[in-house]
């Protein structure tokens, strides 16, 4: 400080911010004191801005961040704040944008999904730059783990969906896409079984029932398995779910112990199993034997054979009476058929038309046993013979030198050349060669089956088929399918005929009187306006027509169709950065009118119409077309 007479000098060298402030002057002499107040301010540039940022939004289109102003603005006003960006692992900055100093959050769409991002806030007065509010680094749309729930879906509206990998240097190539699924309601899968109990059984087959579950939604089928004493493993017993709530197992060993459990399955999938407490021998209960066939009349020149089927679990003892006659006249005759449960009889009236009594020696009565393992049989003959000729009992096992020819049954054999064609839309017509059991046996017959390609589980379209043609209906448009042949008798299943290819149902079609739902998925920012035409007219206002687009999903419905509404519509988006447009050509049939739907089916098969939607300027993940 300097000073003489008249002045005195302060002299603060290379002044910095921190300099600023008030500066008294005291003037003291002989006569008294006088003060001066003096303000210095040292201007410079401002101090950074405050604090962490807080970033309000980091999607994979935008990045929202907020701060607060510098606590010091170097003595002048703040002007506007830059913000810069760069990508993790790079060095250099980039401006990416200015806002005036009243605020102080800023938005940008300067981003890609998945990479990791550093940002960094400069204020800027008169004086200059000040340091950087450098943020950590953050990822534009926050990275998920291995599992994800995806909210915000529309019901009934078909999806797919990928999954890209991201690191700090950027995301990876997508995955494939998923198999597309509809959105609809859950459905739990089906609870335990009830009562499951052997309702009946015999030396080759033993009959099953039980109630549909209580918990959980009902059941689409039951899958019964089983297996023998002397294993573990188990073995369904059907190739296709059951429908009903019985079945009858067949060939199965006589005398031979089986294990059986059933579980209910649905389309949510396979209920808990439930097992039977015991095993089941193949035979059947004690004391029941099987009846014979009533009286009948038999002329001398022909035979007579009556076979009576008895479900017994040992070879029968069998032995003939008669009541008042001899054996081989005419009278009353009873069978009395006894094994280890116990012991039955029946009574057969036996009338041998003749008018001579010599002529009624001519006939005679015999019994045939058939051996164990086949079915067993009794059998009364009367046949034109001479009593020399009556055959003799054994008296060990009461079975006659007589036989009975028997056809041991088995699984039939499949049927081959399976051909797919569609008549009608939403509906595809099999074809194939008949198997060579089917025509041998009067009750076997075809069940047809279908499966969609997005699941694993066959389902049952029709039961019970006779001829070599079925026509599958009720399929969804857009959606691929299997189809299945299987020829069944008494026994079981054949081997499955399966479709080679998928089959698809095409979209763009539909019947005269019935309502068209067409929607599709947008996405665009800023949000697009969309606009619908009907080649060039401007349908959205028209009230014919019920237009609706919310959560980036346009859906036009037309009511009742008729064929006047064939023709070609177009969706147009459109926003203040560009605009996208996508056609498709409906057509609309009469059930009634051949000509024209073997024409669409024609041109279906050499081209497909799909309704594509693309973003503006942002390109989606899945589109979506749906025609009822």
Known sequence: MERTNDYALLTIKDCVREDSGSIMLKLKSDCGTAFAQLHLNVVDIPKPPQGKVEFLEKSGKCVKMKWKAPKDNGGKQVTHFIIERRISGKKSWIKIGEIDSKHTTFATNKVEEGKAYQFRILAVNSEGVSEPLETEEIFAGDPIGTKHKVDGLLEDTEYEFRVVAVNRTGPGHPSSASSSVVVRDPIKPPGLVKGLHVADSSNSSISLAWQQPDEGDLPSGYILEMRTEDTKEWSKCTKIPILGTSYTVGGLQERQKYFFRIRAVNEAGVGEPIELK???????????????????????????????????????????????????????????????????????????????????????????????????????????????????????????????????????????????????????????????????????????????????????????????????TGLLPGRKYFFRVIAHNDIGDSDPLDSRDSWHINKDKVRRGHDCTMSCAFLGNPRPVVTLYKGNVNITANSKFWYNSTSGVCTLVIPACTTKDSGDYSILIENELGQEKCNCTLTVYDKDDKSLLDSVTDSLQKSKHIMTMISVLIPIKRTVQRVA
């Open 278 to 472: 015991e095993g089941v021998l193949a035979m059947p209960p004690p004391g029941k034997i099987g009846e014979m066939l009533a009286a009948v009349n038999a002329a001398l020149t022909g035979a007579l054979c009556l076979v009576s089927f008895l479900p017994a679990g040992l070879t029968p003892e069998a032995a003939w009476m008669n009541k008042g006659t001899k054996r081989f006249d005419t009278g009353l005759y009873r069978i009395v058929l006894s094994n280890d449960y116990g012991e039955a009889s029946y009574d057969i009236h036996v009338r041998v038309a003749g008018q001579a009594r010599d002529m009624l020696s001519s006939a005679c009565v015999s019994v045939s046993v058939l051996p164990t393992g086949t079915s067993l049989a009794a059998a009364l003959e009367v046949s034109r013979r001479s009593p020399t000729d009556y055959p003799q009992l054994d008296p060990a096992t009461h079975r006659t030198g007589t036989s009975l020819l028997s056809h041991t049954p088995d699984f039939p054999r499949p049927p081959i050349n399976l051909n797919l064609y569609e008549e009608v839309p939403n509906t595809v017509s099999l074809t194939w060669d008949h198997s060579p059991d089917i025509k041998e046996d009067g009750s076997a017959h075809y069940v047809i089956l279908k499966r969609d390609t997005s699941t694993a589980t066959w389902f049952t379209a029709a039961e019970k088929v006779y001829s070599n043609k079925y026509t599958v």
